[in-house]
């Protein structure tokens, strides 16, 4: 890792150098890792508290592995290595990330938004991976330590990498924004996501927009021309940054979808057309109307680090989505699609919007949406109301506030309905074959917020 010798990992993170003995003070870190467990000869452990494991008990397992030293916030008399030792770990984390950023040259597209990070950085990274060296984040590693995880990755060979970014506070992605520096910056959407911390859209969009003034001066943002809130960051809020906006407008937006087929599960096809009147037939090989707007962001960060038009295709076509993201899995008995790490009202209306592209018997098993505040009962009550009315054969709620859903849903008739207080009640019924709940062949959504354990659903159901 370029630079990232002990002394100039001290010096960055404001600590203390001890117990050097004979070591090599000018050898670079192989990597820096928080998980004992990934600990390679040359690396650098940052021993951090949890709420259920505390790093600092792994340190000699961390020298035992090869460490090139360790960051810790206790004074280790009988350390096996040298250490440095901080007052936060969690902060040096972030300032060491922000040091390594400094000394690398790689072109960083960044993604924020309150729906389809993860779908639309995974789309972005596919794209660019057609022509350049390309690292991603891993999964969801999107906040404060999971970001300069990431940024830890970065390698010389890389030429640019795709960095999600969430948030559920103010402040944060001001943090976030100071480590990441940004080239480009893709926003999805604004949605009502963490209100109990940031009140309503507004506020959203406040905390969201702090990424802005980190963006480098010749960067670009690359905004959802469909966004009602999105609309509001204009030239003046981007501080002369560019600013690019996509989506289905040709009037509107500069890089847009037009001529949309929908290919129901297997995605959607559709022509991307370009600001220098350029287009290309592409397909999105993920369901779902709203993947399109994903997949139009991620041709024009294509577009604009100067891929051409076979690259963005030929990238777009190898698309494929992460576990608990729109996954598709074509069980024995069923076609499941597994939404169920995350969940707010827009993308379980999306996630109900792509269920009605199966042709087959649609289910749908939604659980409790989390950390939407005071409106929580009534954004329940809306989306009950949409499953209800948008093509569902069969729907399941299941959870506390799932409740406020099936109370407005079961109003509507033609449409199969039941409710489960918890996801073990669910999982009874399911097993009870005599119910008649699930049929051969069905098309099976399971979605909610991932504190709801839905993956337990997606698992039983694959079995």
């Keep these: 890792m370029r630079n990232m010798t002990l002394e100039a990992i001290t010096e960055a993170v404001g600590g203390k150098l001890e117990n050097t003995g004979r070591c090599d003070l000018t050898r670079e870190a192989s990597s820096v890792v928080i998980d004992s467990r990934q600990v390679e000869e040359g690396s650098v452990f940052i021993a951090t508290k949890g709420e259920r494991v505390d790093g600092h008990d792994f340190i000699d397992s961390a020298f035992k592995s090869g460490a090139l030293g360790v960051i810790c916030e206790k004074a280790l008399p009988k350390a096996k290595g040298p250490y440095i030792l901080v007052e936060d770990s969690f902060a040096a984390i972030r300032q060491l990330a922000a040091y390594y950023r400094r000394q690398m040259s790689v072109k960083i597209v960044g993604v924020v938004g309150s729906v389809g990070k993860t779908s639309t950085k995974e789309i972005i990274a596919s794209v660019l991976s057609a022509h350049f060296e390309v690292l991603s984040t891993e999964g969801n590693f999107n906040n404060e330590v999971g970001v300069p995880l990431t940024i830890f990755r970065i390698r010389d060979g890389h ?12 402040g944060e992605m001001d943090r976030l924004g100071e480590i990441v520096k940004p080239d480009i910056v893709v926003f999805t959407n604004i949605g009502p996501c963490h209100l109990e911390c940031l009140g309503d859209l507004e506020g959203v969009l406040r905390a969201k927009s702090e990424i802005i003034k980190h963006v480098s001066a010749d960067g670009i943002l690359v905004i959802n021309g469909q966004d009602e809130m999105l609309s509001k960051i204009d030239d003046r809020t981007a501080e002369g940054r560019k600013i ?41 090989p993920l369901p779902g109307y709203h993947m399109v707007d994903n997949a139009v962001a991620a041709a024009a960060v294509g577009f604009l680090t100067g891929e051409n038009l076979e690259e963005i295709r030929r990238g777009m076509s190898d698309s494929r989505t992460l576990s608990g993201r729109g996954h598709i899995i074509h069980a024995s008995n069923y076609t499941i699609v597994d939404d169920c790490y995350n ?37 329940h009550a809306e989306v009950g109301e949409y499953a209800a009315v948008h093509g569902v054969d069969s729907l399941i709620f299941v959870g506390t506030l799932a409740k406020f859903m099936y109370e407005r849903a079961r109003v509507f008739e033609g449409v199969e309905i039941r409710y489960y207080p918890n996801k073990e009640l669910l999982l009874a019924a399911l097993s009870d074959t005599t119910k008649d709940i699930l049929r051969d062949k069905d098309t099976i959504l399971v979605k909610a917020s991932h504190g709801m354990g839905f993956s337990e659903v997606v698992e039983f159901l694959n079995r």
Excluded: Q, W
């Design 343 to 379: 969940a707010n009202p827009r993308s379980m209306c999306a996630a109900i919007d792509t269920l009605g592209y199966a042709l087959t018997r649609k289910v749908a098993i939604l659980g409790d949406m989390f950390e939407l505040g005071e409106e929580a009962e009534n954004l």
């Design 159 to 170: 030429e640019i990498a795709v960095v999600e970014m969430g948030i559920s506070d103010f």
């Design 244 to 284: 690019v906006r996509y989506g289905k407008e040709s009037k509107r937006d500069d890089v847009y979808a037009s001529s949309i087929e929908n290919l129901g599960l297997d995605g959607s096809k559709f022509t991307a057309n370009f600001p220098d009147g350029s287009h290309y037939e592409m397909t999105i």
